[in-house]
């Protein structure tokens, strides 16, 4: 399993990062992505996510880690912006290559809850020129916990 | 020790980390969190609910009753929102 | 719901796909997409796809309907190749986009399953020399059926 | 009406379409599959067992017990395989 993880400002292109996926996997049936964006809200202006450097790339490596305990995959790239994001900016890239489109959609959604949940990231809005740290959801715990075992 | 302090946390204490002595009667990381929180100030409305906070040691995250030593790095943020 | 819907031989760019949905759709949170590749298999050297030309679209804008009646969807676009393809060569395209990721990721899979079991696409295998057609796999009925009610 | 043909079902009839003129007991996609297996030669081995075959009237699928007219398009095609 090929696994590709990185954080940082730059910006990514979700069609060459996919096809890199598949090249580096030599012949996987399936690549699922996700791409996740600063939604364009009424009154949101600016997106600025912080982390915990020392931290975020080993968590992530952990979930991708479990990913391949748990499915056949072939491989796997996260992707992870940082600092100060406009609506309408990627943030964040998930890619999982396997045989089987059943595993690639398991674990691309398994990846993106459990970084949702664990990865160590903060975002703050700037809403009507106002700064405000997002709240956590209850439901990203919910879409979790749905992995526990 | 090293602590370190995100988000908000960081926001309301005004630095992002310190140097700590840790003090022999200080075992868990919900013990440390409460002498921090006796610094009064900043550090008083950052540990104000512990609930509302979350923990790791050594960047693995961690619940209140665990240990901590004297060489841990030990972080305390609110739950993450990244993705 | 901007739906697009292409069937034909030419190739696609999964990242340029991507964007255009996301930019139709004005600030999307999530886009989840799936890419589907003819395998790299030991003695497979070509793949022909042929299809029902008057019924295939219409049967992908069916499914299409089905989702964003069942999800609340911003966008959807799917491409299916046809014709002569060979080992690593991308097949079919779908991309769902959605304000929140649970929504693109179940509409993505959904439309998979319908498209793998419901569409009319044929492959026939190039294989040590000999012409076989693909048999369909009782996993992906088993598959689709989880989307009954 | 319209009779078309695909995959390996088009290559054992050896053609992709044709026109059939309804007889007027013949109501039924499987009615419509027996007359043409009566055929013989390809069509026979073609519909040899219609466990195998799938069917759409007017692009739509069907079962077999589904009604046909004199106007409809009727195709018939193993399960598919794309995607």
Same mark, same amino acid.
């Given at each position: 399993?090929?696994?590709?993880?990185?954080?940082?400002?730059?910006?990514?292109?979700?069609?060459?990062?996919?096809?890199?996926?598949?090249?580096?996997?030599?012949?996987?049936?399936?690549?699922?992505?996700?791409?996740?964006?600063?939604?364009?809200?009424?009154?949101?202006?600016?997106?600025?996510?912080?982390?915990?450097?020392?931290?975020?790339?080993?968590?992530?490596?952990?979930?991708?880690?479990?990913?391949?305990?748990?499915?056949?995959?072939?491989?796997?790239?996260?992707?992870?912006?940082?600092?100060?994001?406009?609506?309408?900016?990627?943030?964040?890239?998930?890619?999982?290559?396997?045989?089987?489109?059943?595993?690639?959609?398991?674990?691309?959604?398994?990846?993106?809850?459990?970084?949702?949940?664990?990865?160590?990231?903060?975002?703050?809005?700037?809403?009507?020129?106002?700064?405000?740290?997002?709240?956590?959801?209850?439901?990203?715990?919910?879409?979790?916990?749905?992995?526990?075992? | 020790?090293?602590?370190?302090?995100?988000?908000?946390?960081?926001?309301?204490?005004?630095?992002?980390?310190?140097?700590?002595?840790?003090?022999?009667?200080?075992?868990?990381?919900? #013990?440390?969190?409460? &002498? @921090? *929180? /006796?610094?009064?100030?900043?550090?008083?409305?950052? !540990? #104000?609910?512990?609930? &509302? @906070? *979350? /923990?790791?040691?050594?960047?693995?995250?961690?619940? !209140?009753?665990?240990?901590?030593?004297?060489?841990?790095?030990?972080?305390?943020?609110?739950?993450?929102?990244?993705?």
């Amino acid at each position: 399993m090929i696994a590709e993880i990185r954080i940082g400002e730059c910006d990514f292109d979700a069609g060459a990062e996919t096809e890199a996926l598949a090249r580096r996997c030599e012949g996987p049936g399936a690549v699922t992505t996700f791409v996740g964006y600063v939604r364009a809200e009424p009154g949101l202006t600016s997106l600025t996510l912080e982390h915990y450097p020392a931290m975020s790339e080993r968590e992530m490596s952990r979930h991708v880690e479990e990913a391949a305990r748990r499915w056949a995959l072939l491989g796997v790239t996260v992707i992870h912006r940082v600092g100060r994001l406009n609506p309408g900016d990627r943030i964040v890239f998930v890619a999982v290559a396997a045989m089987h489109r059943r595993e690639a959609f398991e674990a691309c959604e398994f990846l993106m809850d459990y970084l949702k949940t664990r990865a160590p990231f903060w975002k703050r809005e700037e809403r009507d020129g106002a700064v405000v740290w997002v709240e956590a959801l209850n439901r990203d715990f919910d879409a979790a916990n749905r992995w526990r075992r | 020790m090293k602590l370190l302090y995100f988000a908000w946390v960081r926001q309301a204490i005004g630095v992002s980390e310190e140097t700590f002595d840790l003090p022999d009667d200080i075992r868990t990381v919900g #013990a440390l969190a409460e &002498r @921090l *929180r /006796a610094r009064g100030g900043g550090y008083a409305s950052a !540990f #104000a609910e512990f609930g &509302r @906070l *979350r /923990a790791a040691v050594n960047q693995e995250h961690v619940p !209140f009753d665990a240990p901590v030593g004297t060489n841990d790095e030990v972080a305390f943020f609110p739950p993450v929102t990244g993705g």
